[in-house]
């Protein structure tokens, strides 16, 4: 499924994202307890995306070269 998604982490940038529709959340909670459910829809999409941030992954990431090159061009004016 393509997903329209854009993020404070990359200001500015919205694209399209393929992830699941559907998938298998297995974590700990804080008392070190196992904890799994399934979960869908935005929810789903809402995980795959914080867990790309987790793994250094952001959404320009994930885009195409010629967005990405846009974005980091983008970018780079507003270090200057």
Request: aromatic share 6%.
């Amino acid at each position: 499924m393509d997903s329209e998604e854009g993020c404070l982490s990359c200001p500015g940038f919205s694209g399209k994202v393929k992830r699941y529709e559907k998938g298998k959340l297995t974590a700990k909670d804080l008392d070190g307890n196992d904890v799994c459910m399934d979960v869908d829809g935005y929810l789903a999409i809402i995980l795959q995306h914080e867990i790309d941030h987790l793994d250094g992954v952001t959404i320009v990431d994930r885009a195409s070269r010629l967005k990405q090159a846009m974005y980091r061009k983008k970018a780079a004016k507003w270090a200057e």
